[in-house]
C-alpha cells in the first residue's frame, strides 16, 4: 500500500494539468481499498463551461465511470484544496470513506474552514477527513496562479 503523501502527489500533478490550462490548479485522485487510483481529475470550469467542473466531481465522476457505481464505498479522495458546498455534497453523496486535503480554503471551505458540511448528524454516511497534507506545495501553485492573474 502507497502513502497518502504519494497519493497527494499525484493529485499535485492534477494541479498543475489545471495550472497549464490556465485553470485554478485544483487536483484531485480517488484512491479504491486496494491502493489503486480509480479516479483523477483537475479544475476544468473554464474551459468546459461547465460550473460543475471542479476536481473532486471530475475525479468522482471519473472513479464512479471507471467502477459501474456512484457509490465509491470504502474510497478516499485526495484533493489539493479543501472542498467548497457543492463537492462536500458530492462526496457524502458517493459515501466516500475519506478525503484527505492539503490546503485549506478559508473563503469558501466548506469541510472545515467556514463550516463542516460533511459531518452533519443528518447525513446517513459519515466521511473520516484529514486536512493539511502537503499544504505548502498546494498553496505554492495557488499563489503562482493568482500572481499571474493580479499582473494582467
Not at 116 to 138: D, K, M, T, Y
Amino acid at each position: 500500500m502507497r502513502s497518502d503523501e504519494f497519493y497527494m502527489h499525484r493529485a499535485l500533478d492534477q494541479a498543475r494539468l489545471a495550472l497549464e490550462a490556465g485553470e485554478v490548479p485544483v487536483g484531485a485522485v480517488v484512491v479504491d481499498t486496494a491502493g489503486e487510483i480509480v479516479g483523477a481529475g483537475y479544475n476544468a470550469p473554464v474551459s468546459s463551461h461547465d460550473p460543475c467542473a471542479h476536481a473532486e466531481v471530475r475525479a468522482l465522476r471519473d472513479a464512479a465511470a471507471r467502477l459501474g457505481n456512484y457509490r465509491l464505498d470504502g474510497c478516499t479522495l485526495f484533493v489539493t484544496l479543501e472542498p467548497c458546498m457543492m463537492c462536500s455534497g458530492a462526496i457524502v453523496h458517493a459515501r466516500l470513506a475519506r478525503v484527505v486535503y492539503a490546503a485549506a480554503e478559508p473563503k469558501t471551505g466548506m469541510v472545515e474552514s467556514r463550516a463542516n458540511l460533511i459531518a452533519q448528524p443528518w447525513h446517513n454516511h459519515q466521511v473520516c477527513v484529514e486536512g493539511g497534507l502537503l499544504a505548502a506545495r498546494s498553496k505554492k501553485l495557488l499563489q503562482a496562479f493568482f500572481a499571474v492573474r493580479r499582473k494582467a
